[in-house]
């Protein structure tokens, strides 16, 4: 961006000398206009995040409604693969998690503060867009959808306990309802201005996955409980193991907002940002296995194989308490759709402004965001059996950001020792989540044709 000085200083004409002043002036006024965009967009916009921020974001990314999923997943899992699983991608996603926060600012004076950023920097400017862009919004769009859909069956159920002697409502209402509260919430400008809501997501997750695996307890292990697996073909029983691959799979999905998370952190050269960052990180990690763990094991060791894909209904009883979990649950997919729309809205915003040459307004971001909230809307009411669908698409989206994509930024931006512990270790989490990726979107294409066989659309 900087201007070539001439050679021949001897040779410059007067009206060489006055073209330097302003193309300097053209230069600071575009510099300008750059800082104001990045002032205004709710990546960069601010910088004064704690560390415990980073910490409660990050729950509340990872800690998702899925969690109430895990002994289901158990169940077509079984024992022995089951916790091998659950341990081994909560130890790869928390390595993949450290390579990112290391990540943001390898390059000295630079912060890569969005995930397409630093795919960029390891792929080059074209294809690392192409690389990165896609698996993030599948990602982050349809995590959106599914909370869509998850927040409106969680007021659906708690109308369905309190009148249960009255007609049920159709799910559409209910999604709607749900909606409702992202019109406004969408409207918050940035990271930072959604902590408290992101606080509350947080405690929430903790609380819901508490009320799950200690109501459990409290039930005591059922009198016809079968460890087995349910399917009674061999085609079943593996179909149902990929589909579960998938439901683990989308329990850490967190990697897709935690460099924008991090962009949020004052950094200096003294004080990087990856200190505060990766504090917060660890807490997360330890609650994720305080919710996660119990939850997972507790539940199918209670249940069994007959546990339902959401354990709040194979508990039942008492009403009062699960009617408190779902509440909790539909709090907590609040702060997450907002978590995981925020760098959508940040892409669509970049977009109308640096693209289209949009002003960056109140009204642009007013009808942007709206339009956003609206789409996914629209996309959980017309397909609510989109968590199975997301299975399919997800598989090819969720495993590489999550399990392998920053091992694979690593290696090509570090170039470790060949055959060295690095490059092993990052071999080894690629090659798990290739399988992971080409596995897992099997059993979600199954589930989509089961269900789209009997469904009608907005019955």
Not at 122 to 144: N, R, S, T, Y
Not at 198 to 223: D, P, R
Not at 339 to 357: G, H, Q, R, S, W
Not at 366 to 393: C, D, E, K, Q, W
């Given at each position: 961006?900087?201007?070539?000085?001439?050679?021949?200083?001897?040779?410059?004409?007067?009206?060489?000398m006055?073209?330097?002043?302003?193309?300097?002036?053209?230069?600071?006024?575009?510099?300008?206009?750059?800082k104001?965009i990045?002032?205004?967009?709710?990546?960069?916009?601010?910088?004064?995040?704690k560390?415990?921020?980073s910490?409660?974001?990050?729950?509340?990314?990872?800690?998702?409604?899925?969690?109430?999923?895990?002994?289901?997943?158990?169940?077509?899992l079984?024992?022995?693969?089951?916790v091998?699983?659950?341990?081994?991608?909560?130890?790869?996603?928390?390595?993949?998690?450290?390579q990112?926060?290391?990540m943001?600012e390898?390059?000295?004076?630079?912060?890569?503060d969005?995930?397409?950023?630093?795919?960029?920097?390891?792929?080059?400017e074209?294809?690392?867009?192409?690389?990165?862009?896609?698996?993030?919004?599948?990602?982050?769009?349809?995590?959106?959808?599914?909370?869509?859909?998850?927040?409106?069956?969680s007021?659906?159920?708690?109308?369905?306990?309190?009148?249960?002697?009255?007609?049920?409502?159709?799910l559409t209402?209910?999604?709607?309802?749900?909606?409702?509260a992202?019109?406004?919430?969408?409207?918050?400008?940035?990271?930072?201005?959604?902590?408290?809501?992101?606080?509350?997501?947080?405690?929430?997750?903790?609380?819901?996955?508490?009320?799950?695996?200690?109501a459990?307890?409290?039930?005591?292990?059922?009198?016809?409980?079968?460890?087995?697996?349910?399917?009674?073909?061999?085609?079943?029983?593996?179909?149902n193991?990929?589909?579960?691959?998938?439901?683990?799979?989308?329990?850490y999905?967190?990697?897709?907002?935690?460099?924008?998370?991090?962009?949020t952190?004052?950094?200096?050269?003294?004080?990087p940002?990856?200190?505060?960052?990766?504090?917060g990180?660890?807490?997360?990690?330890?609650?994720?296995?305080?919710?996660?763990?119990?939850v997972?094991?507790?539940?199918?060791?209670?249940f069994?194989?007959?546990?339902?894909?959401n354990?709040?209904?194979?508990l039942?009883k008492?009403?009062?308490?699960?009617?408190m979990?779902n509440?909790?649950?539909?709090?907590?997919?609040?702060g997450?759709?907002?978590?995981y729309?925020?760098?959508?809205?940040?892409m669509?915003?970049?977009?109308?402004?640096k693209?289209?040459?949009?002003?960056?307004?109140?009204?642009?971001?007013?009808?942007?965001?709206?339009?956003?909230?609206?789409?996914t809307?629209?996309?959980?009411i017309?397909?609510?059996?989109?968590?199975?669908?997301?299975?399919?698409?997800?598989?090819?989206?969720?495993?590489?950001?999550?399990?392998?994509?920053?091992?694979?930024?690593?290696?090509?931006?570090?170039?470790?020792?060949?055959?060295?512990?690095?490059?092993?270790?990052?071999?080894?989490?690629i090659?798990?989540?290739?399988l992971?990726?080409?596995?897992?979107?099997?059993?979600?294409l199954?589930n989509?044709?089961?269900?789209?066989?009997?469904?009608?659309?907005?019955?």
């Amino acid at each position: 961006m900087g201007i070539q000085a001439p050679t021949d200083y001897s040779s410059s004409t007067p009206s060489n000398m006055d073209e330097q002043p302003e193309k300097q002036a053209k230069i600071d006024e575009k510099l300008e206009r750059q800082k104001e965009i990045d002032d205004w967009l709710p990546i960069t916009s601010s910088r004064n995040a704690k560390w415990w921020y980073s910490a409660f974001h990050n729950v509340t990314a990872m800690v998702g409604a899925g969690v109430l999923s895990l002994p289901f997943a158990m169940s077509n899992l079984g024992w022995g693969p089951g916790v091998v699983i659950l341990v081994l991608s909560w130890v790869i996603t928390l390595f993949t998690l450290w390579q990112m926060v290391e990540m943001h600012e390898m390059v000295p004076g630079k912060r890569f503060d969005r995930y397409h950023e630093l795919g960029q920097h390891a792929f080059g400017e074209k294809l690392g867009l192409w690389i990165v862009v896609p698996q993030q919004l599948i990602c982050e769009v349809g995590v959106d959808i599914v909370y869509m859909v998850t927040g409106g069956k969680s007021l659906q159920k708690v109308h369905n306990i309190v009148r249960k002697d009255k007609d049920s409502i159709k799910l559409t209402y209910f999604i709607m309802i749900f909606a409702s509260a992202h019109f406004v919430l969408a409207h918050l400008p940035n990271f930072n201005s959604i902590s408290g809501v992101s606080l509350a997501a947080a405690v929430m997750s903790l609380s819901y996955s508490t009320i799950a695996w200690t109501a459990s307890v409290h039930k005591g292990v059922q009198a016809d409980v079968d460890y087995g697996y349910l399917a009674h073909s061999t085609s079943g029983t593996v179909f149902n193991f990929f589909t579960a691959l998938g439901d683990v799979a989308f329990a850490y999905a967190g990697h897709n907002v935690v460099l924008e998370i991090q962009a949020t952190i004052p950094s200096t050269p003294e004080n990087p940002s990856k200190k505060p960052m990766w504090r917060g990180v660890v807490i997360a990690y330890i609650v994720v296995a305080l919710c996660y763990f119990p939850v997972a094991l507790i539940g199918y060791y209670t249940f069994g194989n007959k546990v339902e894909d959401n354990i709040l209904i194979s508990l039942e009883k008492p009403e009062w308490l699960i009617i408190m979990a779902n509440m909790f649950v539909v709090v907590h997919v609040i702060g997450s759709y907002q978590l995981y729309a925020m760098p959508v809205f940040d892409m669509i915003e970049t977009v109308l402004v640096k693209k289209l040459n949009c002003r960056p307004t109140t009204t642009l971001r007013f009808i942007s965001r709206n339009t956003y909230v609206a789409f996914t809307m629209f996309i959980g009411i017309t397909f609510p059996f989109f968590g199975g669908l997301l299975g399919f698409f997800g598989g090819f989206a969720f495993s590489p950001t999550t399990y392998f994509l920053p091992c694979i930024m690593w290696l090509a931006i570090k170039k470790p020792r060949k055959f060295g512990l690095s490059w092993t270790v990052n071999w080894i989490c690629i090659t798990l989540g290739v399988l992971l990726m080409i596995l897992s979107p099997i059993g979600g294409l199954r589930n989509i044709i089961l269900q789209a066989k009997s469904y009608k659309f907005y019955n």
